[in-house]
């Protein structure tokens, strides 16, 4: 009998067929039942928010969290169930998906203490105002969309946590790095840079490569004054 590896960073949609894979009583096992249940989501889209989602609240508790390109929204609802202090998530999105709303009534009928607090909003995140009680997150946020991120953190004073993709070498700042380091990572090079000089801790971390090749995660939090 010829073994089917379940690849963590396949694009397949997680479907019914894949309930078995997610049999345990782990946070992680529930949310999968739920996402194959509605049958919407790739697979590397659970596997990249519960990456993102647990290291990203290791460093960045509490706050209302701001999920920027959030699609289905399920970042934004993995970062709540991983800290019940926040008081709730607003998913910032130019184009949402109509069927997000499928996937929030099945994790709120798992979870009823979600109803809502989760939001969508059909909007660009320069044009949303935001504050020092946010945590601004973004799961594959593609070419300067991350720089916008970070600018909107640095501007509001906010914890952020991005996982880059789609590099664009003509609009992204490389700097002077790009003689020793190949262009994407020079790219996240500078906004770890960037960060820093803007008064923020920074930290620099990778999830699975299993899941994307995109991988690096950048972290950052105001410095605390004093």
Not at 67 to 90: C, F, Q, R, T, Y
Not at 173 to 181: N, T
């Amino acid at each position: 009998m010829t073994h089917v590896t379940f690849s963590h960073g396949s694009k397949n949609r997680l479907t019914h067929h894949d309930l078995d894979r997610f049999a345990g009583n782990t946070l992680l096992d529930r949310l999968g039942r739920v996402v194959c249940g509605v049958g919407l989501l790739p697979r590397k889209e659970l596997f990249e928010a519960w990456e993102v989602a647990r290291r990203t609240r290791r460093h960045c508790r509490g706050g209302r969290v701001v999920d920027v390109a959030g699609g289905h929204g399920l970042l934004a609802h993995i970062m709540l169930l991983l800290d019940h202090a926040s008081s709730d998530a607003l998913v910032v999105d130019p184009s949402p998906p109509a069927s997000a709303s499928r996937l929030s009534e099945a994790l709120i009928t798992e979870w009823p203490w979600l109803d809502g607090r989760v939001r969508v909003i059909a909007d660009d995140i320069r044009k949303v105002p935001l504050g020092k009680g946010e945590v601004i997150v973004s799961s594959h946020a593609c070419g300067a969309l991350t720089d916008h991120v970070i600018d909107a953190a640095i501007k509001a004073s906010a914890p952020v946590a991005v996982l880059p993709c789609c590099h664009d070498l003509e609009t992204c700042d490389v700097g002077p790095l790009q003689g020793w380091l190949d262009g994407p990572l020079a790219i996240d090079a500078m906004r770890a840079l960037r960060l820093s000089a803007a008064g923020f801790t920074v930290r620099t971390q990778t999830i699975p490569a299993t899941i994307t090749p995109k991988n690096r995660l950048l972290i950052a939090f105001p410095n605390l004054p004093g």
